[in-house]
């Protein structure tokens, strides 16, 4: 997410614009808490320091990807509950090591490995392709290539389409 929003909105600093109007902030703490009651998660928006860098985080879904996919969707839910519940900074090694524990993985295989440089350029790629197919934020999901779906909002649609799909 950093590196699509740094990329694509080069001059804006998100962590000293203004407040948003108190119209919208009032609308954000309630579709944040109709997520919660639909997800049955709890979010804290913002988390202290927001947005934070995630990106070993990010590596470590990439390399889960490839060498143990079985444990990637657990380690991004703890992920996503670190930050968004409990209101930790996945920036810091701590943090992800105790990720890493909680997920069956060993840290120091898991550290070794998001430091290699083929483990970055996937990530990079991943971004990069990303962009180029028109993502400005996350999630951004896509059916068949190029039909995008931007927003937790969306999956709705996405699955009308996915169905609609299916159903041709």
């Not at 740094?6 to 954000?28: C, E, F, G, L, Q």
């Not at 900074?89 to 550290?111: H, I, N, Y």
Request: proline content about 7%.
């Amino acid at each position: 997410m950093g590196g699509i929003f740094n990329a694509i909105n080069p001059t804006a600093d998100i962590r000293n614009r203004p407040p948003s109007p108190a119209a919208k902030s009032a609308y954000v703490r309630k579709d944040i808490g109709d997520w919660e009651k639909a997800l049955g998660v709890s979010i804290r928006f913002p988390p202290t320091g927001h947005p934070v860098n995630s990106v070993k985080v990010m590596r470590a879904c990439m390399v889960l990807l490839d060498s143990a996919p079985q444990k990637l969707v657990g380690f991004a839910r703890s992920a996503f509950q670190a930050y968004f519940t409990d209101d930790r900074d996945l920036s810091t090694d701590a943090v992800v090591e105790d990720l890493f524990r909680q997920a069956g993985l060993d840290p120091a295989w898991m550290f070794a490995k998001i430091g290699e440089q083929g483990v970055k350029d996937a990530l990079r790629r991943n971004v990069d392709e990303a962009m180029a197919r028109g993502a400005f934020g996350s999630p951004t999901m896509y059916l068949d290539g190029d039909d995008m779906y931007f927003g937790v909002d969306r999956i709705p649609l996405l699955r009308l389409a996915m169905e609609r799909k299916a159903a041709a």
